[in-house]
């Protein structure tokens, strides 16, 4: 079975500063992960994706993340934040289960703030 | 390309009333979600088809919950009796399903917002 736990509800920043919003994951298999950003009122949309390619993942809007197998982490983090993005940040795994199907699994999503 | 298509956007049922939903995925993509998302939570999977077949339909309250996806491409999702409890946003997505131990990514649609009073 497979798990996602974003540690953060909730991470203020003031522009231009940089963003760090953590993701922590187990799996019996080898997974896939993605964050998602969801503005106010709007779809989710794909951030970027690490499906067992380079361990060091470019999205849009400068954000990037890094997987790393020793800690289970796939932290996402962007030099210097912007106002518009301000939105809600979900972190998800992806993986093959025991019985032979896959599952996705949503973290519970972290806020992000960012002051003027 | 059309993303994700869903209907209706917003819907306002009184209790113990039937609600439906219609999704219409990215063409080609064989595999279709629903997910409902509560105020200040994650989406949580309802039911995932590969084609027309329901592949994991365990987070789905079968007693008032039912689904479709007749000939593999729109599906219907369908609550009744709807209860207060159902107030949500559901949302709907496609991918191209997963090879070996990769999953592809999901393309949401903008999600159906659904108030019971």
């Known amino acids: 079975a497979q798990s996602v736990t974003q540690l953060d509800s909730h991470v203020s920043v003031s522009e231009g500063t940089p963003v760090l919003l953590r993701c922590n994951y187990s799996?019996?298999?080898?997974?896939?992960l993605f964050w998602y950003v969801q503005h106010p009122n709007k779809g989710l949309q794909l951030l970027l994706k690490y499906t067992s390619a380079a361990t060091l993942v470019k999205g849009i809007n400068g954000f990037e993340a890094e997987f790393k197998k020793s800690e289970t982490s796939f932290h996402l983090t962007k030099p210097s934040a912007h106002m518009s993005d301000a939105a809600e940040y979900f972190c998800?795994?992806?993986?093959?289960?025991?019985?032979?199907?896959?599952?996705?699994?949503f973290g519970a999503g972290t806020r992000l703030f960012v002051k003027a | 390309e059309a993303g994700v298509v869903q209907s209706p956007r917003y819907k306002i049922i009184e209790k113990k009333q039937p609600v439906a939903f219609w999704c219409n995925p990215i063409s080609g993509h064989n595999t279709l979600y629903w997910y409902r998302q509560n105020l200040g939570q994650g989406p949580e999977l309802l039911i995932r088809y590969e084609n027309e077949e329901a592949v994991d339909d365990s987070q789905l309250p079968k007693d008032r919950f039912s689904a479709e996806r007749l000939k593999g491409v729109d599906s219907t999702l369908k609550i009744q009796p709807a209860e207060l409890g159902d107030s949500a946003v559901y949302l709907c997505?496609?991918?191209?399903?997963?090879?070996?131990?990769?999953?592809?990514?999901?393309?949401f649609g903008p999600g159906t917002r659904l108030t019971v009073t």
């Open positions: 997505a496609s991918s191209s399903g997963t090879s070996g131990t990769i999953s592809y990514e999901q393309y």
């Open positions: 998800v795994v992806s993986a093959a289960e025991d019985t032979g199907g896959f599952k996705t699994i």
């Open positions: 799996s019996s298999y080898s997974p896939s």
